[in-house]
């Protein structure tokens, strides 16, 4: 009773929620890069919140079910074929023995996210299913996938189906504003450094990757060149010497020295996550009051 690769992908992992507790000893936090649509992909199912699911940030991939079980389709609008007939995502599949499933072309947004009801079978490290490469963790052998490679799931006999209302489908635009709380060391950029940050139009460069999003645009001075290694929050915008900023991300470092002019609210770097290499960024300050409430309401959603 498995998922079978039948193709080699690009890039596609195996992430759930990520890894906590565990960056005093180095540990990445990994997980899901957009949460939105890891969560709905496991509501569709009926799955646990935390369950498992596959990460996908490249065209073409191909599955064979090798049991009836039923599967759901979320994130980046992409063209998806089940034996070769076009299907649509943000809903359930359900598939019987032999069928095949491809991922085709991305039209909207740079990851697909693939859940399986009840999840793959694979042991947690650390508390998480988490792919983690560099640090050789989680998912199936600690890798990405690979052709030939089997994920055992449980076996289900399924006749309906669960879609999201189109009203619920997000969008991926070419332009995104994204909230930031100033951090501790706002004292060490100037008032006009800090307007120019929140008044400049960036760009995301080609190095953008599950570490980061380094962005491309007015270099943004800081009155220090660096500071003592410390630990790194999810969303802390990173300025470096030559004034661009590093957004970082899920598979980010524990910690590091560049000094930081904020943090991006964690539910816009799940858009960012969906951005491609040439999408505009706009910051917009937001309180740490007012980004605490944002992230209850966003959680309490699912619930």
Not at 14 to 20: A, E, L, S, T, V
Not at 77 to 85: K, V
Not at 142 to 159: E, M, V, Y
Not at 175 to 194: M, N
């Given at each position: 009773?498995?998922?079978?690769i039948?193709?080699t992908?690009?890039?596609?992992?195996i992430q759930?929620?990520?890894?906590?507790?565990?960056?005093?000893i180095?540990?990445t936090?990994?997980?899901?890069?957009?949460?939105y649509?890891?969560?709905?992909?496991?509501?569709?199912?009926?799955?646990?919140?935390?369950?498992?699911?596959?990460?996908?940030?490249?065209?073409n991939v191909?599955?064979?079910?090798?049991?009836n079980?039923?599967?759901?389709?979320?994130?980046?609008?992409?063209?998806?074929?089940i034996?070769?007939?076009?299907?649509?995502?943000?809903?359930?599949?359900?598939?019987?023995?032999?069928?095949?499933?491809?991922?085709?072309?991305?039209?909207?947004?740079?990851?697909?996210?693939l859940?399986?009801?009840d999840?793959?079978?694979?042991?947690?490290?650390?508390?998480?299913?988490?792919?983690t490469?560099?640090?050789?963790?989680?998912?199936?052998?600690?890798?990405?996938?690979?052709?030939?490679?089997?994920?055992?799931?449980?076996s289900?006999?399924?006749?309906?189906?669960?879609?999201?209302k189109?009203?619920?489908h997000?969008?991926?635009?070419?332009?995104?504003?994204?909230?930031v709380?100033l951090?501790?060391?706002?004292?060490?950029?100037?008032?006009?450094?800090k307007?120019k940050?929140?008044s400049?139009?960036?760009?995301?460069?080609?190095?953008?990757n599950?570490?980061?999003?380094k962005?491309?645009?007015?270099?943004?001075?800081?009155?220090?060149?660096?500071?003592?290694?410390?630990?790194?929050?999810?969303?802390?915008?990173?300025?470096?010497?030559?004034?661009?900023?590093?957004?970082?991300?899920?598979?980010?470092?524990?910690i590091?020295?560049?000094?930081?002019?904020?943090?991006?609210?964690?539910?816009?770097?799940?858009?960012l996550?969906?951005?491609k290499?040439?999408?505009?960024?706009?910051?917009?300050?937001?309180s740490?009051?007012k980004?605490?409430?944002?992230l209850?309401?966003?959680?309490?959603?699912?619930?």
């Amino acid at each position: 009773m498995s998922l079978e690769i039948i193709n080699t992908p690009i890039f596609a992992t195996i992430q759930d929620k990520g890894r906590f507790s565990y960056t005093h000893i180095g540990v990445t936090h990994a997980g899901v890069m957009d949460e939105y649509a890891y969560y709905i992909a496991n509501m569709l199912l009926g799955n646990k919140k935390d369950e498992n699911i596959i990460e996908i940030a490249f065209a073409n991939v191909e599955f064979k079910a090798n049991t009836n079980t039923q599967i759901a389709v979320t994130g980046a609008f992409c063209e998806l074929f089940i034996n070769n007939e076009p299907k649509k995502i943000w809903q359930t599949h359900n598939l019987k023995v032999g069928d095949i499933v491809k991922i085709g072309k991305f039209l909207e947004g740079s990851k697909v996210y693939l859940a399986v009801k009840d999840g793959f079978k694979i042991k947690k490290e650390f508390g998480s299913y988490s792919t983690t490469i560099k640090e050789n963790l989680g998912g199936l052998n600690a890798n990405r996938l690979q052709k030939g490679d089997i994920l055992k799931i449980n076996s289900h006999t399924l006749h309906h189906t669960s879609r999201l209302k189109d009203i619920f489908h997000p969008k991926y635009e070419d332009t995104l504003l994204l909230r930031v709380v100033l951090s501790y060391q706002e004292e060490s950029f100037s008032a006009k450094e800090k307007q120019k940050f929140f008044s400049s139009e960036f760009t995301v460069s080609n190095e953008f990757n599950r570490m980061g999003c380094k962005l491309k645009g007015e270099p943004i001075k800081c009155d220090i060149d660096g500071i003592v290694s410390e630990g790194i929050s999810f969303g802390a915008i990173q300025i470096p010497s030559d004034g661009q900023p590093i957004i970082l991300l899920k598979d980010r470092q524990t910690i590091g020295g560049y000094p930081k002019i904020g943090s991006v609210l964690s539910i816009d770097c799940f858009k960012l996550a969906q951005a491609k290499p040439n999408t505009k960024i706009r910051f917009k300050q937001i309180s740490i009051e007012k980004a605490q409430k944002k992230l209850k309401e966003f959680y309490n959603s699912f619930n």
